[in-house]
């Protein structure tokens, strides 16, 4: 049976057709071309061949540049895509088919393998633009920016629960993260002679691409807070208050924890510029809520007795370092306190505090927030038997 009737002949011929209708437009030229074309694959062995090689070089072609889109998308649409670090090259043109960026995944894989582009594919996430064809995606992953991921850590929080929402929403090891906070030698190239880098940890809103590496993380949120204490004015008021830029931390991460009505903080911190100053125990609940194991609950009088040098009940001055990781607003309320003689707070029940500058006056504030705490639980078990 002659060449001309078998099925390759006629894939070409159909397929020089199509084409021959696409590159009429180029000219007169190219359906000369065309048709002398036809004539070597019907007539000689050499064109033939010649014609299996051409055929080939347009399917790569069409491929790459392919004259429209065979999916229309608009523009302004880009799709968010994940890249998993250790993802495999075909994982990878899942990924993309999933996300109708990708028609053809053989022949994505095809020509990721004849390029070697397979392997420079990165992890990340990224914003793909739709409409690309294999090559272009193949260019787009090996070269495009990664998507920066906005990040949100707040005030007050250790390093450890830091380490989670980071690993959550950018992919980092959370141990590996803790470990350099507490490493010794990170910490001196970062902050100096500290015992770790707790309290130094800026908590704000960041944008990190995915897996930016643990130590780029802390270098930026160490200098944030280191920078708070580069500003002239603030290196006059600390030695107005002769205090080390540490000893302001660990007293702002006591307001942090403190704190639930911003416009409290300055207050909270004149309360307890005033007791150091007359060199009383702080007292305060957060450094004793910072010692005992779980989560914050309420303290029991048993709690007050633990023996630990952040125990501010048992000690006077500061503890040994900060309790959590404080904001800005705390850090300038450390520095900048209110002139107030306040010496005594108590929970007044809403997120507030009832602030005394005598005993008497806190201990009537302390009987009025009980009476209150003994109407809640009263109100309580009201509900629960009218439940039942």
Do not use: C
Not at 98 to 126: D, I, P, Q, T
Not at 329 to 335: D, E, K
């Amino acid at each position: 049976m002659g060449f001309q009737h078998t099925s390759l002949y006629r894939i070409l011929t159909n397929f020089l057709k199509i084409a021959g209708l696409f590159f009429a437009r180029a000219g007169f030229l190219l359906s000369l071309a065309f048709y002398f074309l036809r004539y070597l694959i019907r007539y000689t062995l050499a064109g033939r061949a010649a014609a299996l090689l051409i055929l080939t070089a347009l399917l790569i072609y069409f491929s790459l540049y392919p004259p429209l889109p065979k999916q229309k998308f608009p523009e302004s649409a880009p799709v968010t895509l994940r890249i998993p670090a250790g993802a495999t090259f075909r994982q990878v043109a899942d990924s993309l088919k999933k996300a109708n960026l990708l028609e053809h995944e053989r022949w994505f894989l095809l020509l990721g393998k004849l390029s070697g582009k397979e392997k420079n594919v990165r992890a990340g996430w990224f914003s793909a633009p739709r409409g690309l064809s294999a090559w272009q995606l193949l260019n787009y992953l090996e070269k495009a920016p990664a998507l920066q991921i906005k990040v949100t850590l707040p005030e007050g929080l250790l390093a450890s629960q830091m380490a989670e929402i980071l690993q959550e929403k950018i992919g980092i090891d959370s141990s590996a993260f803790v470990s350099l906070v507490y490493d010794s030698v990170f910490t001196r190239s970062l902050a100096g002679e500290v015992p770790s880098l707790e309290g130094y940890l800026a908590p704000e809103t960041y944008y990190f691409e995915w897996k930016t590496p643990e130590a780029q993380v802390l270098e930026r949120m160490v200098a944030n807070t280191l920078r708070i204490f580069q500003a002239d004015s603030v290196q006059q008021r600390l030695q107005e208050l002769k205090m080390t830029p540490r000893e302001i931390l660990i007293l702002a991460s006591i307001i942090e924890g403190e704190v639930m009505v911003d416009s409290e903080r300055v207050y909270i911190s004149s309360l307890y510029h005033n007791r150091l100053r007359l060199k009383w125990p702080l007292q305060a609940d957060p450094t004793i809520q910072f010692i005992i194991p779980g989560p914050p609950r309420r303290l029991l009088y048993r709690d007050l007795e633990v023996d630990s040098p952040y125990n501010t009940y048992k000690n006077s001055g500061l503890p040994p370092g900060p309790i959590n990781n404080p904001g800005r607003r705390s850090i300038l309320a450390a520095l900048y306190p209110a002139s107030s003689s306040y010496l005594y707070m108590v929970a007044a029940g809403d997120g507030r505090h009832r602030f005394s500058s005598s005993l008497k006056e806190h201990n009537h504030w302390h009987a009025k927030f009980n009476e209150v705490r003994r109407q809640v639980r009263q109100n309580r078990r009201n509900q629960n038997n009218g439940d039942n």
